[in-house]
């Protein structure tokens, strides 16, 4: 980390998009008009009010994209709140990129993938997923899971319709945790609907999402016979300071901010007490 990642920016919000009624998606560039910084897929940027906090959020736009940067916020907190109440052409400070990347240009090239999401969980995967897909040559087949709470509820659901199922290679299963009027797709639990569709055990997994769906859909896929080297995941929501110095984001002997927040699984000594 230079002492370029610690000095905030500022950013303009130039669009905000309303994904369900608790998540939006913030778009921003600098005063200049250009992408404030480069990142990789899973890293994380500082956004601060000034007066009223700081919090770490995950980059959710591609790499791939270098006009602007995209967040997808969940309101549910003071600094949230006043994100939330913003309207576009407000300013913000922004300070990054944090935290190490998906292994996309190593370990992941020239694998089949299996994405995992619950809820808000997919924000930080679709940064992946879109560097995947702008990068389709480098990979193998994609299969994106993507679970939440109702069909209201799930994020990017209009670019999941338009752009990944329209994409040759790429399978979405999408579900639901309980039966809705006008929803036809499959309904039930992200860690069961795994199980049920019975993926290769060839895949390399990417998940995030809730700590009880990260922990029961963990031991499903030891159930279905893959190895905890297969399984990435990431924890940036245990990301505080974000430079080693706060001690609380600790889990075991790693530091999310300084080891990670992406972890193979095989890589973390314990999981933090929610799981």
């Given at each position: 980390m230079n002492a370029e990642t610690l000095i905030p920016k500022i950013g303009v919000v130039t669009d905000?998009?309303?994904?369900?009624?608790?998540?939006?998606?913030?778009?921003?560039?600098?005063?200049?008009?250009?992408?404030?910084?480069?990142?990789?897929?899973?890293?994380?940027?500082?956004?601060?009010?000034p007066g009223v906090g700081e919090a770490m959020f995950s980059i959710t736009s591609s790499p791939t994209n270098t006009e602007f940067m995209e967040f997808s916020i969940k309101k549910c907190g003071c600094l949230t709140d006043w994100l939330h109440a913003m309207d576009v052409g407000q300013q913000i400070t922004i300070?990054?990129?944090?935290?190490?990347?998906?292994?996309?240009?190593?370990?992941?090239?020239?694998?089949?993938?299996?994405?995992?999401?619950?809820?808000?969980?997919?924000?930080?995967?679709?940064?992946?997923?879109?560097?995947?897909?702008?990068?389709?040559?480098?990979y193998g087949s994609i299969q994106i899971v993507y679970g939440s709470r109702s069909k209201d509820d799930l994020v990017d659901y209009r670019e999941i319709l338009d752009e990944w199922m329209a994409d040759e290679g790429v399978e979405v299963n999408l579900t639901i945790d309980r039966p809705q009027e006008g929803w036809d797709g499959h309904v039930g639990f992200v860690p069961n609907y795994v199980k049920e569709l019975q993926p290769d055990l060839n895949k390399t997994v990417l998940m995030c999402g809730p700590p009880v769906m990260i922990k029961f859909t963990l031991q499903g896929l030891k159930e279905l016979g893959f190895q905890e080297t297969q399984v990435y995941t990431t924890m940036e929501l245990r990301m505080?300071?974000?430079?080693?110095?706060?001690?609380?984001?600790?889990?075991?002997?790693?530091?999310?901010?300084?080891?990670?927040p992406v972890f193979r699984f095989d890589q973390l000594d314990e999981l933090p007490n929610e799981y």
């Amino acid at each position: 980390m230079n002492a370029e990642t610690l000095i905030p920016k500022i950013g303009v919000v130039t669009d905000i998009r309303i994904d369900t009624p608790d998540v939006k998606t913030f778009r921003v560039v600098g005063l200049d008009g250009k992408k404030v910084f480069d990142h990789m897929p899973g890293q994380c940027a500082m956004l601060s009010i000034p007066g009223v906090g700081e919090a770490m959020f995950s980059i959710t736009s591609s790499p791939t994209n270098t006009e602007f940067m995209e967040f997808s916020i969940k309101k549910c907190g003071c600094l949230t709140d006043w994100l939330h109440a913003m309207d576009v052409g407000q300013q913000i400070t922004i300070r990054g990129p944090y935290g190490n990347s998906f292994p996309v240009e190593t370990a992941l090239k020239g694998k089949d993938l299996l994405f995992i999401a619950g809820g808000i969980g997919l924000a930080p995967l679709r940064s992946v997923i879109n560097y995947v897909r702008d990068n389709r040559a480098n990979y193998g087949s994609i299969q994106i899971v993507y679970g939440s709470r109702s069909k209201d509820d799930l994020v990017d659901y209009r670019e999941i319709l338009d752009e990944w199922m329209a994409d040759e290679g790429v399978e979405v299963n999408l579900t639901i945790d309980r039966p809705q009027e006008g929803w036809d797709g499959h309904v039930g639990f992200v860690p069961n609907y795994v199980k049920e569709l019975q993926p290769d055990l060839n895949k390399t997994v990417l998940m995030c999402g809730p700590p009880v769906m990260i922990k029961f859909t963990l031991q499903g896929l030891k159930e279905l016979g893959f190895q905890e080297t297969q399984v990435y995941t990431t924890m940036e929501l245990r990301m505080k300071c974000g430079v080693g110095k706060c001690g609380r984001c600790n889990i075991g002997s790693k530091y999310v901010c300084k080891d990670g927040p992406v972890f193979r699984f095989d890589q973390l000594d314990e999981l933090p007490n929610e799981y």
